[in-house]
């Protein structure tokens, strides 16, 4: 039995259609509707066979619990590629903390409507056992070399492991010839590139900038879980980045992570890391180096909430 569900966005539109009698193409449906899938077997066979022929497809994965970075991804695919999906997919194998999981939100049919009013064509949104029908499904290891080991690897065990389980899985099944992700995630845009060479899959990934809110607090699905007390004090992530950033010329990056340490701490972080690092590969480096491109860094606790945030020195 099919199982698709098919979200009416102008529902006008699509009974002009029908009563017509005119059979729609699929580029006139994804003018007007949002195509829910949720299952594999349904998305390849409409990739297959209801998408225009020479259509290029962009596509946006997500853990849902949407915000404008994630639409900005999604505005990104609406310009460069014909057909824009994104997936939302809570993905268990990538949490290397249960209770992290279980308090990950997942407002989907709040995220439905944004995907529709966003010009979404094709939400992707499958359970657990579709991705993973089975143990052998998760056992997969990847050579991600020093990306491994440093930052986030180091501090969240297995956790780009798990990235590069579902991003394949996901690939394979979409087959997009552009992915969209977000510098926010700088440690995870290098190790999905990774993937990517790793498995030979062939798809141009664009890189789209961190949005921020006014405060300059990155947006991120787990500021959801902020209290009103810590929304105030997160945005000192932003303003300890944009301080060394700014200081960089006249002091020594060690004595500027120590004081931004110092400080962050007194607001009631708990820092994970604060390191400067090359762009292209994430290997550490302890003072700035003129002519070198580099990244600063940062992950921290607020109470139970893990944040991180990053600034390339070479903007803002
Ligand atoms: P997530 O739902 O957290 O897995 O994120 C899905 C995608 O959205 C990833 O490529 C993220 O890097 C990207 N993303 C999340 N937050 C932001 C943001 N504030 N700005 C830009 N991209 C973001």
Redesign the pocket.
């Known amino acids: 039995m099919v199982n698709w569900l098919f979200v009416f966005y102008r529902r006008q539109s699509y009974h002009f259609f029908r009563l017509c009698n005119a059979k729609p193409t699929a580029t006139i449906i994804l003018n007007v509707i949002m195509i829910i899938f949720k299952r594999i077997a349904d998305i390849q066979k409409w990739l297959q066979i209801g998408k225009p022929g020479k259509a290029t497809v962009g596509f ?5 619990a949407l915000h404008e ?2 639409l ?2 999604l505005q990104q695919s609406k310009k460069q590629a014909d057909i824009s999906i994104v997936s939302i997919f809570i993905n268990p194998a990538q949490f290397d903390n249960k209770s992290d999981l279980e308090k990950y939100p997942s407002p989907v049919a709040k995220d439905i409507k944004l995907l529709e009013e966003n010009g979404c064509d094709i939400l992707f949104l499958p359970s657990e056992n579709e991705i993973y029908p089975d143990e052998k499904s998760k056992q997969k290891h990847y050579e991600l070399g020093n990306l491994e080991i440093v930052l986030e690897g180091k501090f969240r065990s297995g956790h780009f492991q798990g990235v590069c389980l579902v991003v394949e899985r996901l690939l394979t099944i979409i087959t997009p010839d552009f992915l969209f ?5 700088f440690q ?1 845009c290098l190790v999905i590139k990774r993937l990517i060479s790793l498995i030979k899959f062939e798809t141009d990934v664009v890189v ?5 809110e006014q405060s300059g607090l ?4 787990r500021n959801q879980r902020l209290n009103e007390e810590q929304r105030e004090i997160a945005p000192e992530l932003f303003r300890a980045l944009k301080e060394i950033k700014e200081n960089r010329d006249h002091n020594q990056f060690s004595i500027l992570r120590k004081n931004a340490i110092k400080k962050l701490e007194h607001k009631g972080f708990k820092i994970d890391y604060l390191e400067l690092a090359k762009e292209k590969d994430l290997q550490t480096v302890s003072e700035f180096i003129p002519g070198q491109k580099l990244v600063i860094l940062i992950a921290a606790f607020l109470q139970n909430v893990r944040l991180i945030d990053n600034m390339i020195l070479s903007e803002y």
């Open positions: 946006v994965p997500t853990m849902g970075g994630h900005s991804l992700l977000g510098r926010k995630d995870q789209c900038p961190i949005i921020r990155a947006m991120s699905s």
